[in-house]
């Protein structure tokens, strides 16, 4: 799970990068800034994507994990 003070760059796979939901300039930001910019009124639609790929990097991880070749 990820924590407030990871950096967002670290949390997402470089696959996802190419997303179009990747916003660069909020790879430096927290996840705990992210998460506030998205929960903010109006809220910050990069922010909100941003966070929607950490959350499913996180999925993505544990889903591959107890798989047999």
């Given amino acids: 799970?990820?924590?407030?003070?990871?950096?967002a760059d670290r949390l997402i796979?470089?696959?996802?990068?190419?997303?179009?939901s990747y916003h660069s300039d909020y790879g430096g930001k927290t996840y705990g800034e992210i998460k506030k910019?998205?929960?903010?009124?109006p809220p910050d639609q990069?922010?909100?994507?941003m966070k929607k790929?950490?959350?499913?990097a996180e999925r993505l991880?544990?889903?591959?994990?107890g798989r047999q070749i």
Avoid at 1 to 7: L, P, R
Avoid at 13 to 20: I, L, M, N, V
């Fill in 1 to 7: 799970m990820a924590n407030d003070d990871d950096i």
């Fill in 13 to 20: 796979s470089g696959r996802s990068k190419k997303s179009k």
């Fill in 37 to 41: 910019l998205a929960a903010a009124h």
């Fill in 46 to 49: 990069k922010a909100r994507q």
């Fill in 53 to 56: 790929l950490i959350e499913q």
């Fill in 61 to 65: 991880r544990g889903k591959g994990e």
